[in-house]
């Protein structure tokens, strides 16, 4: 029983590492990869994967020291982006194991009645959407936006094109919905809530969110029965100065129902709603929304793993994070539930978290007190190093997540 829980775990973690591979896209034409670096790349690439073990098979033995997964993100494991046919890249750890590539089938079988619960920034959101899309549309989202009414030019490993068509937008890609201006945000954040149809979700994600200059955005997602009622929640924190109060509205649970629709109209009317102070729950900053005793933790107290990320958008003081792994904790169980998880995820290995010595801190305090707390320290810094380079190249939206915008960019949520 154990072994099949942990492993179960494990397979999780795999899972949200393989997020991280799909999402990822970039165009060495525009890229300032330099020429040399690319030789080593290709060099590396072209060992013969099918000579390592697979990494699933590591975490197999529970008494083994690769059981929990963390060798997937340690520092001292190499990490390879190998370049993909259409010019994006997948995630290649070319001298440890060989990443499984999971069916929308497998994961949802692994994620089994599972909760998932992310809080965090724009980078969260995303990958939230992402996986949420991947189990309902039994496909990842496309790895470009859509190329307008110009041909698109990336084509994946099968020959098909890898951009997202003009009249099925990118679920990660906000710009895609653009309509009436507004940078698409209303039409897509509609759109993730039902619209007046079910919409992308088939009315199985709820969205209480709006766009304003300091967005509320809360997501539920239950896939369906047949699919394994896996349960996704996502709540954004952008900014955080210490007090900053963190407000929202409940969820009506419609998105077990599959009943969910957000209309122009009610998206309207939670903007008013918002310009009313007229809120279902109001705290005085996000660390008390999550402490035990309140509605939040109340409503999320059956999460199975939790991940929270800050760097964006400036330090986690560490009181701060002190509250809310603790408060993640709690949520998944206590430290009786050694089945569940919960992580601090690291941003970033970019350009702005370097450049405000964030990395060092997040990887020295913030994940001290992460495993202070019962909790963990999942490394995307590490496995994502190479985006630094990315930096001021390539502003526009083109690729769904290579962009200077999602990945190192502070002016944008
Ligand atoms: C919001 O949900 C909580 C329970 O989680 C409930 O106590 C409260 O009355 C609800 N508020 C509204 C306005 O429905
Ligand atoms: C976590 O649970 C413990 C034990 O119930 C409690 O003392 C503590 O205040 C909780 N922490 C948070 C942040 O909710």
Redesign the pocket.
């Known amino acids: 029983m154990f072994r099949s829980r942990s492993t179960r775990a494990a397979l999780a973690i795999f899972l949200l590492l393989i997020l991280w591979t799909n999402l990822r896209s970039i165009d060495l034409m525009t890229a300032t990869f330099k020429q040399a670096a690319f030789a080593d790349l290709i060099t590396a690439t072209s060992r013969n994967d099918g000579s390592l073990p697979r990494c699933e098979d590591l975490t197999q033995n529970p008494s083994s020291p690769f059981s929990n997964g963390a060798f997937l993100t340690s520092r001292t494991t190499q990490v390879v982006w190998k370049l993909r046919n259409d010019g994006s890249r997948e995630l290649t750890l070319p001298h440890t194991c060989q990443l499984k590539r999971y069916t929308a089938q497998e994961a949802g079988k692994c994620l089994r009645n599972k909760h998932l619960l992310f809080i965090g920034d724009s980078l969260t959101r995303y990958q939230f959407l992402s996986l949420a899309y991947f189990l309902e549309r039994k496909r990842w989202p496309p790895r470009y936006q859509t190329s307008g009414y110009t041909p698109c030019t990336q084509f994946d490993e099968g020959g098909q094109e890898a951009c997202s068509k003009i009249d099925e937008p990118n679920v990660c890609c906000e710009t895609d919905w653009e309509l009436n201006g507004n940078g698409g945000w209303p039409a897509f954040m509609q759109a993730l809530g039902g619209g007046v149809d079910g919409s992308l979700f088939h009315g199985r994600m709820e969205a209480q969110s709006i766009r304003v200059p300091i967005s509320i955005e809360r997501y539920e997602y239950i896939s369906s029965e047949e699919d394994g009622r896996t349960k996704l929640s996502s709540l954004s924190e952008f900014f955080w100065p210490k007090y900053r109060p963190y407000h929202g509205w ?1 969820l009506t649970g419609c998105a077990k129902t599959g009943s969910c629709r957000y209309s122009p109209e009610s998206y309207i009317k939670n903007i008013e709603r918002d310009h009313n102070s007229d809120w ?2 109001d705290y005085p900053n996000i660390a008390e929304a999550f402490t035990t005793g309140s ?1 939040l933790h ?2 999320l107290q059956d999460t199975n793993y939790a991940f929270y990320n800050r760097g964006l958008w400036g330090a986690l003081q560490i009181d701060k994070a002190q509250i809310m792994m603790d408060a993640l904790r709690n949520m998944t169980g206590g430290r009786s539930e050694a089945n569940n998880r919960c992580f601090f995820r690291s941003t970033t290995g970019c350009q702005r978290t370097r450049e405000w010595a964030l990395t060092s801190m997040e990887y020295n305090d913030v994940r001290k007190t992460s495993y202070e707390s019962g909790c963990e320290y999942f490394d995307i810094g590490h496995v994502t190093e190479e985006f630094g380079g990315l930096y001021g190249v390539d502003s526009e939206f083109k690729h769904v997540f290579w962009n200077d915008k999602h990945y190192v960019s502070l002016s944008v949520v």
């Open positions: 409940n279902d729950w509605q109340t409503e």
